[in-house]
């Protein structure tokens, strides 16, 4: 399984843009990339998935270059409510669980 | 629709007990899963449960085991509670339990072992 890296934390103010850049050297051909949020005491909660290029949706973009070997989440002007802790994680196509790594701790402020 | 709902939410117990957690997943998801979160640990996977049978299981001991009744509802069970079982619970549901995608998850059961 694909090992992930993220940084610890970011810092950010209202109306900025977010981007968290995720690691993951050893992803295979039949991975896929994908990214959850969890506030405390709240499960996680689905954001984004991909497997190359960019996906767009409601809340976030999620950029992959061509090697796949990291990728980006871009949060658009984010607001005091986007303070959570976001994981990077990388899925096989046919596993039955997910990976967690440490997350990233992004804290808005006013 | 209704969400995936976890009781109790919270739990206190003392150490040598036993505890059983309820998980009743998004209606017609198949798929339910479980996670330990710890301050130390981060998230980690229990097992998952789909039509009733265990596909996978995480590296958690004997005294961790649960089931998936024939409405999807899940339980699982800790025995002999250690202090260091203190941890929130969640449980997640998704269609096929494959590839990453849409799960959704409880919002956990706080177990604190005394």
């Known amino acids: 399984l694909a090992k992930t890296t993220q940084p610890i934390s970011m810092d950010s103010y209202e109306g900025q843009e977010v981007n968290i850049t995720c690691s993951h050297n050893?992803?295979?051909?039949?991975?896929?990339i994908t990214w959850y949020q969890q506030f405390p005491s709240q499960g996680p909660r689905f954001i984004i998935q991909g497997y190359k290029t960019k996906v767009t949706n409601e809340v976030a973009s999620l950029f992959i270059p061509a090697d796949r070997k990291s990728s980006t989440l871009s949060l658009p002007r984010v607001s005091l409510s986007d303070t959570a802790v976001y994981y990077c994680l990388v899925v096989v196509s046919n596993d039955y669980k997910l990976s967690f790594g440490a997350g990233t701790t992004v804290t808005v402020r006013a | 629709k209704a969400g995936v709902t976890q009781t109790p939410r919270y739990l206190i117990k003392t150490r040598g007990q036993q505890v059983t957690l309820s998980c009743s997943p998004i209606?017609?998801?198949?798929?339910v899963s479980w996670y330990q979160q710890t301050p130390g640990q981060g998230l980690q996977f229990l097992f998952e449960y789909f039509s009733e049978t265990q596909r996978n299981k995480g590296n958690f001991p004997g005294r961790f085991s649960g089931r998936q009744f024939s409405n999807s509802r899940s339980e699982m069970n800790v025995s002999t509670l250690e202090l260091g079982d203190s941890a929130l619970y969640l449980c997640a549901s998704t269609a096929f339990g494959q590839g990453g995608y849409g799960y959704t998850f409880g919002s956990g059961t706080r177990l604190t072992v005394v």
């Open positions: 050893n992803i295979a051909t039949n991975d896929y």
């Open positions: 209606s017609g998801h198949r798929s």
